[in-house]
């Protein structure tokens, strides 16, 4: 049949990718039981942890354990439904004609915003409406459906989904909507009906089930929580902060979080601790404006107590002063006189030595998030 | 008579029951889903909306579509 229609092509191309399908069928029941074993294998590792909640008094972590429980539980019933159901289907809907296809590509261009068909690639795409999450902007999606794919199986799996106006998660680029990971959504209770849809030929409904489960947040089981959405890493331990608890390190310019942050004892500014020198003697943290380093000894000496002339910590001029007044004393202290005479030897590179490169912060950061 | 009756909540079968003649959307939706909200749900007869008192008709489809739908995280 030779037609410029697009939705009648579509609509061919869609029942030739059925007759595939249904030539070399994928086993429902298998994929059924599948899912329900693996929701009652989680369902098993949740009944243990609110039983070590239990045993040990912590009743906020049962609390929350057991809603856990209620939603997993309803999960495996949905999941069981669905494999009793492929035992003794109970559908009663005579298999889609051409007709049919071709009034579900044009019900689809009424249902969304926009659709297109692009006939070469075999993609049918439908732009949703702008979506927002209690109050989290996410923007308009667009969902795809390879018919290659569903030439092999009839589960979400054949839809890839895409942010047009990219909002993701802070911690997650990749996550674009709590239940969307990379192009790929999982429809959680949606599972079932989709999955019914696609082998009915039912295009409309599948779409329409997915579009109901991007407009939905479930907090219990999400990619990433609408709780943690929003906020900056810290640079240190990667945790989420947001504008009220983030600390801006003057030295490598980042942002840290409460935990991560602190100051220099000298002049009170906000540094994170890789831009921050201990002055053993007095036992301050300075910054880089408020420390110096001895030439001699290599001491870190908040700015106060070095001497500029010299460039020599207080103990390092007594010496020599002394060396002046008695020329037979050692020109220098050697390592072990540093100790003697209570200059702490430090092994680690100092930013300020000359010739040393500074504390790289972005190791740090890295070390400490690997923490 | 007869009619088709999609309902995507829940397994998502679509179904061949008999109504009384004279039947509207409205009762069929009460008849056959009494604990919800019908203004949760997109309602279709014959793929096109319609309102609760239009009457159904010998082998009409009638499709049941939630609009909110709880996602997930991938199975383990």
């Known amino acids: 049949m030779k037609t410029k229609d697009p939705q009648l092509q579509m609509a061919l191309k869609l029942q030739i990718c059925l007759e595939r399908r249904q030539a070399a069928p994928d086993d429902p029941l298998h994929a059924a039981i599948k899912g329900a074993l693996s929701y009652a294998r989680t369902l098993e590792q949740q009944l243990h942890c609110h039983e070590l909640a239990r045993q040990h008094g912590w009743l906020s972590a049962a609390v929350l354990v057991r809603e856990q429980l209620s939603h997993q539980l309803r999960l495996l019933h949905r999941s069981v439904t669905d494999a009793v159901n492929q035992v003794h289907p109970v559908s009663a809907l005579p298999q889609q004609t051409l007709r049919d296809l071709y009034d579900e590509i044009h019900q689809l261009s009424r249902e969304f915003p926009e659709v297109d068909l692009d006939i070469k690639a075999g993609v049918v795409t439908a732009v949703t409406e702008d979506i927002e999450l209690k109050g989290f902007y996410l923007g308009p999606f667009e969902i795809k459906l390879h018919l290659d794919r569903l030439a092999k199986a009839a589960d979400s799996s054949v839809f890839e989904v895409a942010a047009l106006d990219p909002h993701p998660a802070a911690s997650n680029n990749e996550v674009t909507h709590p239940h969307v ?185 890295t070390a400490g998030a690997a923490a | 008579m007869k009619i088709f009756f999609l309902n995507n909540d829940g397994g998502g079968f679509a179904d061949q029951i008999d109504v009384a003649e004279g039947t509207t959307l409205g009762q069929l939706f009460q008849q056959r889903m009494p604990s919800c909200d019908p203004h949760s749900y997109l309602i279709r007869v014959n793929r096109q909306p319609a309102v609760a008192e239009e009457p159904l008709a010998e082998g009409c489809r009638v499709s049941v579509t939630p609009t909110k739908i709880q996602g997930a995280t991938a199975l383990a």
């Open chain 1, 181 to 365: 990971r990379d192009g790929e959504v999982c429809a959680g209770d949606a599972t079932v009906p989709i999955a019914t849809a696609l082998r009915e030929g039912r295009l409309v409904d599948a779409f329409l089930a997915l579009n109901s489960v991007l407009h939905t947040y479930n907090p219990h089981s999400p990619f990433v929580g609408l709780d943690d959405w929003e906020g900056t890493p810290c640079a240190d331990c990667g945790s989420l902060i947001d504008g009220d608890g983030s600390y801006f390190c003057h030295g490598c310019e980042r942002d840290f979080c409460d935990d991560c942050a602190s100051a220099c004892d000298v002049c009170g500014a906000t540094y994170c601790r890789g831009c921050l020198e201990e002055d053993v003697e007095s036992g301050h943290q300075c910054c880089r404006e408020c420390r110096q380093t001895c030439k001699a000894c290599r001491r870190i000496v908040e700015n106060e107590d070095f001497d500029r002339n010299s460039g020599l910590c207080p103990q390092c001029l007594e010496n020599q002063q002394e060396e002046e007044v008695n020329p037979t004393a050692p020109n220098h202290p050697n390592p072990s006189q540093e100790q003697e005479n209570n200059h702490e030897s430090n092994d680690r590179q100092r930013p300020d030595d000359i010739g040393a490169e500074p504390i790289n912060c972005d190791q740090a950061a």
